[in-house]
């Protein structure tokens, strides 16, 4: 980048500029299909590497609740519903045990950016401490086992099985769920909690199945192959060269073990991931042992509050994560008009119909916008935004020694574009003499051979290629979750939502009585993600337990609710267009085709709202927008 200007020490136009080109070098026109399903030829890549296979007879068996995934939503629900006093539930859980996502990775290095105090659930519940800031794999698994044995769920689990089908009884009034052990088992509710990042996915390169040598992807990590463990030293690969593909959140912690493990590394990159430091610490006992009763939410919503936009006075996390919207809200926070120019704007808005359409909150937040105007505060953000992606280059220089691998690991694209990554080892892994990083300058690779992989006229010969390829996102539910679910009168749910997700609260779905969706769908997406998965099972208990104790058993989305919701959502969807399109493709703009109906978005009020809009909803008592009924059943 060469002319900067004087003061603010680049040059926002230069940047605009360069994030095009680099984006445009990208965009391609087959977005979500350059990818490969992982079944058939290549089902292999998905099977479970960390259990010994049991064989089991099919069951045949009737409960109350069915919870499909064991990873923290599922585990969640189940723990909340053992809280309430419903002990007639089994989690249905591909793996060999819980985890979910925690029980896929357990890949060199696989750790949580997102601080442990507030990434762990129920902690103040289990009592459990963290022995770090950040934590890992390992602690991770170890603490779902706490609490699984907490709540006593193994006994309710059905290990090693996957659900084929789930099918709507209607005379019997309950949920037929077929598996692929070929259980029949019926349940009168389902919980749908299969986790957004579940389906591993390869890229669709010409020759990727005449490779001789080993080959996995990273979410089933091959330890007979690479020996050691999550925690690193793996030794069985002194002797061997090693090629990894993708450079994502994934790829960032596992390069500094195969680094230092493998006699050659190359790291083959398509776009580089923005790397900040993480600055681990242990916890300090003391200080966590004397926190007061109500601790654990007050962290998270104080960690969610800076995310979704709200300036607080404190802010207790205080890690990469807050500091870049501390900063963004900073700068706009320095356009805030005077508090009488507030307290007049409260006072007209007393006499509008807007005032009390969208909350006080609401209303002056789009009082201030105006008064600023709404490109000039774009403008802020955008500065802000330029001047953290400068000193995250920068860093990229000052810890890489070779000039053009520090310029390759130089991410050209908006903080957001791209999932942040946060690592202290990463980037000097570039600094081995056995470590290459091949930068497909955004192309991806040209082939892959019986030998290697193929760039750029080059043969990298290579005695093992590990996928960092990521997970489906922007795929069908149904593809992902890996079964189809038939409601009343037959109606599937790929049917339901082929145009468009419809649910209400992201959770109820009409058509599909006495079912409830874990997920960011129409509802609270929080990069803390256990925090919504934590608010969803108090929402699913809180209306179980109702039921129970009003009698009733059937409990479906009124029409109205759904289509008010949806628009709701509708209403409320940032508009993000612009910024997905100006965006270098990943998933989080489904690759370079930015997701256009603004109903297949999370709330857009953010999830602090979301969350205290559904504990208002609880509290009032009626069930609004739920048909709960007592049927009689044949
Ligand atoms: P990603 O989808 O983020 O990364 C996939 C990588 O593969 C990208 O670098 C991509 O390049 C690359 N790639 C795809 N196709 C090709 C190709 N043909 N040639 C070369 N490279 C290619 O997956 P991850 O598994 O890394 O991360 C997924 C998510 O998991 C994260 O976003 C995060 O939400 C979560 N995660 C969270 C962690 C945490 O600390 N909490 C840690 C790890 C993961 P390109 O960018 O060009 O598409």
Redesign the pocket.
Same mark, same amino acid.
């Not at 602690?139 to 084929?164: C, D, P």
């Not at 790397?275 to 200080?287: A, L, Q, V, Y």
């Not at 599909?512 to 803390?528: D, M, R, S």
């Given at each position: 980048m060469a002319a900067k200007s004087e003061n603010i020490g680049f040059d926002p136009d230069l940047l605009r500029n360069k994030y095009r080109e680099e984006r445009d070098k &990208?965009l391609r026109t087959d977005g979500n299909d350059? #990818?490969k399903e992982v079944e058939g030829d290549f089902k292999y890549f998905v099977e479970d590497p960390y259990v010994e296979k049991i064989e089991k007879s099919p069951e045949n068996l009737i409960t109350e609740v069915v919870i499909i995934g064991g990873g923290f939503g599922g585990i969640l629900a189940a723990s909340r519903l053992r809280m309430s006093g419903v002990d007639d539930f089994k989690i249905i859980e591909k793996g060999g045990n819980f985890g979910g996502?925690w029980y896929w990775?357990r890949y060199p290095g696989?750790? *949580?950016?997102?601080e442990s105090y507030i #990434?762990f659930p129920l902690l103040e519940e289990t009592g459990f401490i963290p022995k770090h800031k950040y934590t890992n794999a390992p602690e991770t698994l170890e603490y779902i086992g706490k609490i699984s044995e907490k709540f006593n769920l193994s006994e309710n689990a059905i290990f090693q099985t996957e659900v084929t089908e789930v099918v709507w009884l209607e005379n019997e009034g309950l949920w037929k769920i077929l598996t692929n052990k070929g259980d029949d088992i019926r349940a009168k509710y389902v919980v749908h909690s299969n986790g957004p %990042?579940n389906r591993p996915k390869l890229?669709a390169?010409e020759g990727i199945n005449d490779f001789k040598g080993h080959t996995f992807h990273?979410?089933r990590w091959d330890y007979q192959y690479t020996g050691g463990s999550s925690k690193g030293n793996l030794e069985n690969l002194k002797d061997k060269k090693v090629a990894i593909?993708?450079?994502? +959140?994934? +790829?960032?912690?596992c390069i500094p073990h195969l680094g230092e493990a493998a006699k050659e590394l190359y790291v083959?990159? &398509?776009?580089p991931?923005s790397i900040d430091e993480r600055n681990n610490s242990e916890t300090d006992e003391e200080w966590f042992t004397k926190l007061k009763p109500g601790w654990h939410n007050e962290r998270r919503e104080n960690f969610e509050g800076f995310l979704t936009g709200n300036f607080q006075q404190k802010d207790l996390v205080n890690d990469g994560w807050t500091e870049i919207f501390r900063t963004i809200l900073g700068s706009i926070r320095s356009s805030a008009p005077s508090k009488i120019t507030m307290f007049l704007w409260f006072l007209g808005g007393l006499f509008t119909r807007d005032f009390y359409k969208k909350g006080i909150k609401n209303y002056l937040m789009d009082k201030f916008i105006s008064h600023v105007g709404e490109d000039n505060l774009m403008n802020k953000v955008e500065m802000v935004d330029f001047e953290k992606m400068e000193k995250i280059r920068a860093r990229a220089e000052e810890v890489v020694n070779d000039p053009n691998t520090a310029e390759s690991l130089k991410p050209y694209y908006r903080q957001f574009c791209? &999932?942040p *990554?946060?690592h202290d080892e990463n980037l000097k892994t570039y600094n081995r003499e056995s470590v290459t990083l091949v930068d497909?300058d @955004?192309k991806? %690779?040209d082939k892959i051979t019986e030998k290697g992989i193929y760039f750029d006229g080059k043969e990298y010969e290579v005695d093992c290629i590990i996928f +960092?390829? @990521?997970?489906e996102?922007g795929t069908e539910y149904t593809r992902r979750s890996g079964y189809e679910i038939v409601g009343k009168n037959n109606l599937s749910i790929s049917e339901k939502w082929k145009d468009g997700l419809v649910t209400y609260h992201g959770m109820h779905c009409r058509g599909f009585p006495n079912t409830f969706f874990f997920g960011p769908a129409q509802g609270g997406f929080t990069a803390n993600y256990t925090h919504s998965l934590d608010e969803q099972s108090i929402h699913l208990s809180y209306i179980l337990d109702k039921m129970r104790k009003e009698g009733k058993n059937y409990v479906e989305a009124s029409e109205e609710a759904e289509k008010n919701w949806v628009d709701t959502v509708i209403e409320k969807a940032r508009n993000m267009q612009a910024f997905q399109e100006s965006c270098?493709? @990943?998933?989080y703009n489904n690759?370079g085709k930015p997701n256009t109906s603004p109903q297949n978005n999370p709330y857009g009020g953010g999830s602090l709202e979301f969350f205290s809009l559904m504990k208002k909803w609880r509290k009032k008592g009626s069930l609004d927008g739920l048909e709960v009924q007592i049927n009689s059943f044949n």
């Amino acid at each position: 980048m060469a002319a900067k200007s004087e003061n603010i020490g680049f040059d926002p136009d230069l940047l605009r500029n360069k994030y095009r080109e680099e984006r445009d070098k &990208r965009l391609r026109t087959d977005g979500n299909d350059q #990818y490969k399903e992982v079944e058939g030829d290549f089902k292999y890549f998905v099977e479970d590497p960390y259990v010994e296979k049991i064989e089991k007879s099919p069951e045949n068996l009737i409960t109350e609740v069915v919870i499909i995934g064991g990873g923290f939503g599922g585990i969640l629900a189940a723990s909340r519903l053992r809280m309430s006093g419903v002990d007639d539930f089994k989690i249905i859980e591909k793996g060999g045990n819980f985890g979910g996502t925690w029980y896929w990775n357990r890949y060199p290095g696989a750790s *949580c950016d997102i601080e442990s105090y507030i #990434y762990f659930p129920l902690l103040e519940e289990t009592g459990f401490i963290p022995k770090h800031k950040y934590t890992n794999a390992p602690e991770t698994l170890e603490y779902i086992g706490k609490i699984s044995e907490k709540f006593n769920l193994s006994e309710n689990a059905i290990f090693q099985t996957e659900v084929t089908e789930v099918v709507w009884l209607e005379n019997e009034g309950l949920w037929k769920i077929l598996t692929n052990k070929g259980d029949d088992i019926r349940a009168k509710y389902v919980v749908h909690s299969n986790g957004p %990042l579940n389906r591993p996915k390869l890229p669709a390169i010409e020759g990727i199945n005449d490779f001789k040598g080993h080959t996995f992807h990273t979410s089933r990590w091959d330890y007979q192959y690479t020996g050691g463990s999550s925690k690193g030293n793996l030794e069985n690969l002194k002797d061997k060269k090693v090629a990894i593909i993708g450079t994502g +959140a994934t +790829a960032v912690q596992c390069i500094p073990h195969l680094g230092e493990a493998a006699k050659e590394l190359y790291v083959f990159q &398509r776009t580089p991931s923005s790397i900040d430091e993480r600055n681990n610490s242990e916890t300090d006992e003391e200080w966590f042992t004397k926190l007061k009763p109500g601790w654990h939410n007050e962290r998270r919503e104080n960690f969610e509050g800076f995310l979704t936009g709200n300036f607080q006075q404190k802010d207790l996390v205080n890690d990469g994560w807050t500091e870049i919207f501390r900063t963004i809200l900073g700068s706009i926070r320095s356009s805030a008009p005077s508090k009488i120019t507030m307290f007049l704007w409260f006072l007209g808005g007393l006499f509008t119909r807007d005032f009390y359409k969208k909350g006080i909150k609401n209303y002056l937040m789009d009082k201030f916008i105006s008064h600023v105007g709404e490109d000039n505060l774009m403008n802020k953000v955008e500065m802000v935004d330029f001047e953290k992606m400068e000193k995250i280059r920068a860093r990229a220089e000052e810890v890489v020694n070779d000039p053009n691998t520090a310029e390759s690991l130089k991410p050209y694209y908006r903080q957001f574009c791209k &999932r942040p *990554c946060f690592h202290d080892e990463n980037l000097k892994t570039y600094n081995r003499e056995s470590v290459t990083l091949v930068d497909t300058d @955004g192309k991806g %690779l040209d082939k892959i051979t019986e030998k290697g992989i193929y760039f750029d006229g080059k043969e990298y010969e290579v005695d093992c290629i590990i996928f +960092a390829t @990521g997970f489906e996102v922007g795929t069908e539910y149904t593809r992902r979750s890996g079964y189809e679910i038939v409601g009343k009168n037959n109606l599937s749910i790929s049917e339901k939502w082929k145009d468009g997700l419809v649910t209400y609260h992201g959770m109820h779905c009409r058509g599909f009585p006495n079912t409830f969706f874990f997920g960011p769908a129409q509802g609270g997406f929080t990069a803390n993600y256990t925090h919504s998965l934590d608010e969803q099972s108090i929402h699913l208990s809180y209306i179980l337990d109702k039921m129970r104790k009003e009698g009733k058993n059937y409990v479906e989305a009124s029409e109205e609710a759904e289509k008010n919701w949806v628009d709701t959502v509708i209403e409320k969807a940032r508009n993000m267009q612009a910024f997905q399109e100006s965006c270098t493709p @990943g998933y989080y703009n489904n690759e370079g085709k930015p997701n256009t109906s603004p109903q297949n978005n999370p709330y857009g009020g953010g999830s602090l709202e979301f969350f205290s809009l559904m504990k208002k909803w609880r509290k009032k008592g009626s069930l609004d927008g739920l048909e709960v009924q007592i049927n009689s059943f044949n």
